[in-house]
T-cell receptor, first 111, second 114 residues
Framework: QKEVEQNSGPLSVPEGAIASLNCTYS??????FFWYRQYSGKSPELIMFIYSNGDKEDGRFTAQLNKASQYVSLLIRDSQPSDSATYLC???????????FGGGTRLMVKP | DGGITQSPKYLFRKEGQNVTLSCEQN?????MYWYRQDPGQGLRLIYYSQIVNDFQKGDIAEGYSVSREKKESFPLTVTSAQKNPTAFYLC?????????????FGAGTRLSVL
């Protein structure tokens, strides 16, 4: 079983819709969770991080964390074609010195 | 400008050759990391360093070596023992070990085999 799992996609949504990206993790002791966006051929850039149960909102992005169910999600409201990218979920280990990345979900927003 | 600089952007390796990828940061970050990314895949940790003159193996360290002689520099050598080196290599840094461990990435080096 992979430690951090994501559906590889592609997830296709129309422009203006809500895109929902999900991530599950196996280490119940994980404390911090990160979403990175990676455009094709580029390096990952941090979108959001979350460490408390519940929702965290930043502009059009909302991260949701449910530690009991061991999943974290990213919602993108009013999706734009420029949001088309691969979204990587990362989980910090208990020691706090490493991140484990999921395989990424490719999002396609169609005009 | 503050940031993480990786060089070269593209690199070609001949059979049996060692090549070194450069990673320099001027963010005064303590921790630095090297990842490998294969097409359509996530990031896999090769090596990481939390302090000067100290580093630890990640999940796929075989065929790679690193050094951390200066806080701002963490070069990665891909040795001839790495039989399938073609990948996108990413260097990252974070302010200090522990805490949130937010990692910031360089632009990457794309390595191919001739």
């Amino acid at each position: 079983q992979k430690e951090v799992e994501q559906n590889s996609g592609p997830l296709s949504v129309p422009e203006g819709a809500i895109a929902s990206l999900n991530c599950t993790y196996s280490d119940r002791g994980s404390q911090s969770f990160f979403w990175y966006r990676q455009y094709s051929g580029k390096s990952p850039e941090l979108i959001m991080f979350i460490y408390s149960n519940g929702d965290k909102e930043d502009g059009r992005f909302t991260a949701q964390l449910n530690k009991a169910s061991q999943y974290v999600s990213l919602l993108i409201r009013d999706s734009q074609p420029s949001d088309s990218a691969t979204y990587l979920c990362a989980v910090r280990n208990n020691a706090g010195n490493m991140l484990t990345f999921g395989g990424g979900t490719r999002l396609m927003v169609k005009p | 400008d503050g940031g993480i600089t990786q060089s070269p952007k593209y690199l070609f390796r001949k059979e049996g050759q060692n090549v070194t990828l450069s990673c320099e940061q001027n963010l005064n970050h303590d921790a630095m990391y090297w990842y490998r990314q294969d097409p359509g895949q996530g990031l896999r940790l090769i090596y990481y360093s939390q302090i000067v003159n100290d580093f630890q193996k990640g999940d796929i360290a075989e065929g790679y070596s690193v050094s951390r002689e200066k806080k701002e520099s963490f070069p990665l050598t891909v040795t001839s023992a790495q039989k399938n080196p073609t990948a996108f290599y990413l260097c990252a840094s974070s302010p200090r070990p522990g805490s949130m461990n937010i990692q910031y990435f360089g632009a990457g080096t794309r390595l191919s085999v001739l």
